[in-house]
């Protein structure tokens, strides 16, 4: 069992029992590591306590964390501080495949795959000469070279690792130094694109809700049509879909698992803000 397994183990508890704050014993025992060794692998893999970061998974701090939307995180994006170490943000940058590529099922695409590890579990990465086309936790049923084929179904497949994929991987280990520009080769409608962009606008540690982005984007009466193209997100944590949350608070749905999501925005948050 991987690190990341071990702490959504308790993450899938703390989802459950945040209310009754559970103590240092409890989620050590659950995660069956002595007190001392769980708190410094939790501390390790999320950078704060696991009672920090318990409250951060709450729907109280979710909710703080929306009322920061509107001119904080548009100023905050404006002039580049979106509050990440890693400049999340700055570093993606969209392109639509063209119109005979997303018709003929990738029938002219050369794909290179890989299966990867990533923080939040194992990961599958695919991309084209023209930057990667798809990214997915694999850990939601189906396999995921499966689910890329659906996506891709005259594709020629080639499973080898690819400069893109070391981009992508970058993205979360801190390694600002070394990271180049993602590029993103997406299959999309022009509406797709336009949410998808958005979505990159939302600044690590900061939320936002359906409604909220569907204004961002001109639409304001668009939340549901907004809501399917979010759940349509065929590139996992590089688009972070995973900042969309309901307006009452609770994290709501995620295409790749709500535990999974609490972990990002718990993780994201404690990156941003620390033990303050």
Known sequence: ????????????????????QPDLEQLSKLAGMSAYH?????KEWAGVSPKKFLQYISIEHS????????????????TGLSGSSRLHDLFINIEGMTPGDY?????????????????????????????????????????????LRKKFPEALYKREKHAF????????????????????????TKFQLKVW????????????????????????LAARAVGSAVADNPVAYLIPC??????TGITGAYHWGGIRKSAMIGKESAEVYGEL
């Open 1 to 20: 069992m991987t690190d990341y397994e071990k702490i959504a183990k308790v993450i899938i508890f703390l989802n459950e029992n945040f209310k009754e």
């Open 38 to 42: 769980f708190q410094r692998i939790f």
């Open 63 to 78: 909710k703080k964390l929306l009322s920061l939307n509107g001119s904080v995180s548009e100023a905050s994006f404006e």
């Open 103 to 147: 018709k003929n099922g990738g029938k002219r695409l050369s794909i290179s795959w890989e299966t990867y590890c990533s923080p939040f579990g194992e990961l599958i990465i695919a991309a084209t000469s023209n930057g990667i086309c798809y990214m997915a936790f694999t850990g939601s049923g189906e396999s995921g070279f499966d689910a």
């Open 165 to 188: 994929h070391n981009s992508a991987m970058a993205i979360f280990h801190d390694n600002t130094k070394d990271l180049k520009k993602i590029k993103l080769y997406l299959k999309g």
């Open 197 to 220: 962009e958005a979505l990159l606008k939302i600044p690590s540690g900061r939320l936002t809700t359906y409604s909220g982005l569907a204004k961002s984007i001109g639409s304001p």
């Open 242 to 247: 995973h900042r969309v949350i309901l307006s």
